[in-house]
Each structure stands twice: as structure tokens, then as C-alpha cells.
């Protein structure tokens, strides 16, 4: 059994700033891809930030500049830091891990609850 728990979203104004923070915890044996994914009302699931077991960061162009994806590879834990946040940010944020549960099983995609921010006056 693997989990993903999401943490760190609420309500904050234009402008603002929070940071949201997702730990994967069961029964893992390693960890490539995490990441965040969000959803509005009405439309599709979107890439928010990614980041691999070495570091490397890929992020949509509408958050480039604004938010910074973080990992830390020994808590098994993924944070995105989120500043300058603007209306159209508003949506569920689901945290995402593409993970091995043995050394001899392909890696799946595991997914949390998701978490919501709201940006608005």
C-alpha cells in the first residue's frame, strides 16, 4: 500500500503566497518522477511542476518565474512553493509520484487527494 498525503492549501489573496507540501509514504522501494498536477472547475487536469530523482524541474509556462518545485529524496517528500499567485491559480492540487513497490515491478503513477487553493479577494 502506497499513500500520498497533501498539505498546505487554503485561501490567500492575488499576490500572496503558500506552499504546498505532499509526502509519499508504504510500502516503496524507489521514488523517479514527483510532482503536482491541478484541476479547475470545468477543465482538464493540468502539469503543474515535475521534478526527477536528480533534480531535474519542468513546469508549465503559466507558473514559470512564480513557483519552485522542491523534493527531498531521503523523507520521500515533494513541496511546491507557490508566490505571486494569481486568480487563474485557483484550483485542486494533486500531488503525484511515479514509484517502484519492489525492485522487480514497473513504476506506476500514484496519486493523492488533492488539496484546494482558492485565490481570491
Known amino acids: 500500500q502506497v499513500q500520498l498525503v497533501e498539505s498546505g492549501g487554503g485561501l490567500v489573496q492575488p499576490g500572496g503566497s503558500l506552499r504546498l507540501s505532499c509526502g509519499a509514504s508504504g510500502s516503496i522501494f524507489s521514488i523517479n518522477a514527483m510532482g503536482w498536477y491541478r484541476q479547475a472547475p470545468g477543465k482538464q487536469r493540468e502539469l503543474v511542476a515535475t521534478?526527477?530523482?536528480?533534480?531535474?524541474?519542468n513546469y508549465a509556462d503559466s507558473v514559470k518565474a512564480r513557483f519552485t518545485i522542491s523534493r527531498d529524496n531521503a523523507r520521500n517528500t515533494v513541496d511546491l512553493q507557490m508566490n505571486s499567485l494569481k486568480p487563474e491559480d485557483t484550483a485542486v492540487y494533486y500531488c503525484?509520484?511515479?514509484?517502484?513497490?519492489?525492485?522487480?515491478?514497473?513504476?506506476?503513477?500514484?496519486w493523492g487527494q488533492g488539496t484546494q487553493v482558492t485565490v481570491s479577494d
Open positions: 521534478i526527477a530523482s536528480g533534480g531535474s524541474t
Open positions: 503525484s509520484a511515479t514509484l517502484r513497490t519492489s525492485g522487480w515491478l514497473k513504476p506506476y503513477d500514484y
